[in-house]
């Protein structure tokens, strides 16, 4: 379930870490607080959905707390995990500036707390600051490099080094260090993981099996701690072109 609030009570430094977005810190400062004065504050429980693939998008979000999954649903009914947006990341960018529905699902991982931008008036900011409208360019340009990267994962690397190296951007986005050992601080499921790497549930089953009795990876049910990480590095530099 989603709860909106005012932002009457955002804290400063929740305003500092939305100033500090690659998009939002090009806006002048007196039109970027009058636009947060303006926007929502959204909190919602892990595993819930802000919104559906297919929706109508008619606003951009910024993460404060938290972390959310970005997926869409292919033909067959598979999950591709396209991003996981973590806090300062804005989302909801594309179906607003060309008024298209939402291209992808948004659920939290944990439990989350956005803010949420009205898009004609983001837009209407944006347009005043040339160096915003770069730097959403810049943006559309790295998804469309990641996307590109996991297309040829998917046919260049083999699946252990897949999961190597999901496990590796999971602990670089939110682990906590305990020792020589990262705990990823939020659970993914095998499907999830699955959609994440191009790989079946079966798949990962099998690999997490292997790097688990390797001693590089320690699982919990859905907890998954990193016990070698130079493990894990080696196995995806001695593949990666």
């Known amino acids: 379930m989603v709860q909106t609030s005012a932002t009457t009570g955002l804290d400063e430094a929740a305003y500092k870490l939305i100033a500090s977005n690659r998009i939002l810190r090009h806006i002048p400062e007196q039109d970027l607080r009058a636009l947060v004065r303006r926007s929502t504050l959204l909190n919602i429980n892990s595993r819930d959905t802000l919104f559906s693939q297919g929706d109508t998008g008619r606003t951009v979000l910024v993460v404060l707390n938290g972390y959310i999954k970005l997926s869409s649903t292919t033909l067959s009914g598979r999950e591709a995990i396209l991003d996981i947006a973590s806090p300062g990341s804005i989302f909801g960018e594309l179906a607003v500036l060309n008024d298209w529905p939402r291209s992808a699902s948004a659920m939290a991982l944990t439990r989350c707390r956005l803010l949420s931008i009205d898009g004609p008036q983001l837009i209407q900011v944006l347009l005043r600051s040339t160096e915003s409208l770069f730097a959403i360019i810049r943006l559309i340009s790295d998804r469309l490099r990641i996307?590109?990267?996991?297309?040829?994962?998917?046919?260049?690397?083999?699946?252990?080094?897949?999961?190597?190296?999901?496990?590796?951007?999971?602990?670089?986005?939110?682990?906590?260090?305990?020792?020589?050992?990262?705990?990823?601080?939020?659970?993914?499921?095998?499907?999830e993981l699955g959609g994440l790497t191009g790989l079946t549930r079966e798949s990962i089953n099998k690999h997490l099996a292997a790097f688990r009795d390797a001693g590089t990876i320690r699982i919990s049910g859905q907890d998954i701690a990193i016990l070698n990480l130079p493990a894990l590095r080696q196995e995806l530099d001695g593949r990666e072109l």
């Open 147 to 191: 996307a590109t990267e996991q297309m040829t994962d998917a046919v260049d690397l083999p699946a252990p080094t897949r999961v190597a190296k999901a496990l590796i951007y999971l602990a670089a986005m939110n682990a906590r260090p305990e020792g020589d050992t990262l705990h990823i601080e939020f659970q993914l499921s095998q499907r």
